[in-house]
Nanobody, 119 residues
């Protein structure tokens, strides 16, 4: 049973920082890519950042220069360092992973962690 376990959300003032972590547990073969999505109230879920197994990354335009995704492959973990947080970053952040299992790619989601940016 594969699970994605997130941590690190919370309440922070504008301009502050938070770091989210996501750990993949269970039987996996390899990580194709892992990343973070977010969903604010009344809005669609959107990609924030993701990292491929090659090390290449994608970021939403709205977070470029402020957020950094990194990983520890030995620990099956990805981190999202969020600096310069703005009220519009407030959302539930979901870890997302596509894992290789044999000849098949399987997508998984974490349970979500709330990030609130407010003074």
């Amino acid at each position: 049973q594969v699970q994605l376990v997130e941590s690190g959300g919370g309440l922070v003032q504008p301009g502050g920082s938070l770091r989210l972590s996501c750990v993949v547990s269970g039987s996996i073969f390899s990580i194709v890519f892992m990343g973070w999505y977010r969903q604010a109230p009344g809005k669609q879920r959107e990609l924030v950042a993701r990292m491929f197994n090659t090390g290449s990354t994608n970021y939403a335009d709205s977070v470029k220069g402020r957020f950094t995704i990194s990983g520890d492959n030995a620990k099956n973990t990805r981190y999202l360092q969020m600096n310069g947080l703005k009220p519009e970053d407030t959302a539930v952040y979901y870890c997302n992973a596509v894992l290789r299992a044999g000849a098949t790619n399987v997508e998984y989601w974490g349970q979500g962690t709330q990030v609130t940016v407010s003074s």
